[in-house]
T-cell receptor, first 109, second 115 residues
Framework: AQRVTQPEKLLSVFKGAPVELKCNYS??????LFWYVQYSRQRLQLLLR??SRESIKGFTADLNKGETSFHLKKPFAQEEDSAMYYC???????????FGTGTRLQVTL | EPEVTQTPSHQVTQMGQEVILRCVPI?????FYWYRQILGQKVEFLVS????????KSEIFDDQFSVERPDGSNFTLKIRSTKLEDSAMYFC?????????????FGPGTRLTVL
């Protein structure tokens, strides 16, 4: 069965510091991975997906099949990055998303 | 930009009562989903729906749950006889196609409190 692990419940960094939010997955097939973000009192929204290989708001994520990871990175954290971040896996059989438990990113001055 | 909407934002009900949670997916989307998040836990898949049929459902989605697209715009989740453990945030989502690479767009959620 598919599984997503986000080991950190809370990550606190200073403004301007690099950020890495960890995500590991368990799936034997070819995964499709996503990062969703939830800002305070707002809905879950897509941040980026691995197939697009894009950078959104300065964030990037690279799928590492050898390590089964899809870590989210940003070189310089901004205050407005403070939010809840969820890694999600779609295995394609029914397009259901399997979410990790989420990591709260707190960017302080 | 079109968004998924959900009503009500908060529903309080007594144990054993029926509740209907409503969602209006993005208008040209064909695939619809319900997820739930119990406080402090992860977002969990409940059911996916396409072409007026359930595509897949999770173990959580037992006989107490049902989904319906009663008209061309609404997508509803019904819980027939609510239990205390049904208290959660319920999210509706939609996507334009059902491929695994497609983005699912989420609504703001309905907070269900069962007393």
């Amino acid at each position: 069965a598919q599984r997503v692990t986000q080991p950190e419940k809370l990550l606190s960094v200073f403004k301007g510091a690099p950020v890495e939010l960890k995500c590991n997955y368990s799936y034997s097939g070819s995964p499709e991975l996503f990062w969703y973000v939830q800002y305070s009192r707002q809905r879950l929204q897509l941040l980026l997906r691995h197939i697009s290989r894009e950078s959104i708001k300065g964030f990037t994520a690279d799928l590492n099949k050898g390590e089964t990871s899809f870590h989210l990175k940003k070189p310089f954290a901004q205050e407005e990055d403070s939010a809840m971040y969820y890694c999600a896996l779609n295995t394609g059989t029914a397009s259901k998303l399997t979410f990790g438990t989420g990591t709260r990113l707190q960017v302080t001055l | 930009e079109p968004e998924v909407t959900q009503t009500p934002s908060h529903q309080v009900t007594q144990m054993g009562q029926e509740v209907i949670l409503r969602c209006v997916p993005i208008s040209n989307h064909l695939y619809f989903y319900w997820y739930r998040q119990i406080l402090g836990q992860k977002v969990e898949f409940l059911v996916s729906f396409y072409n007026n049929e359930i595509s897949e459902k999770s173990e959580i989605f037992d006989d107490q749950f049902s989904v319906e697209r009663p008209d061309g715009s609404n997508f509803t989740l019904k819980i027939r006889s609510t239990k205390l453990e049904d208290s959660a945030m319920y999210f509706c989502a939609s996507s334009d196609a059902g491929a695994s690479t497609d983005t699912q767009y989420f609504g703001p959620g309905t907070r269900l409190t069962v007393l």
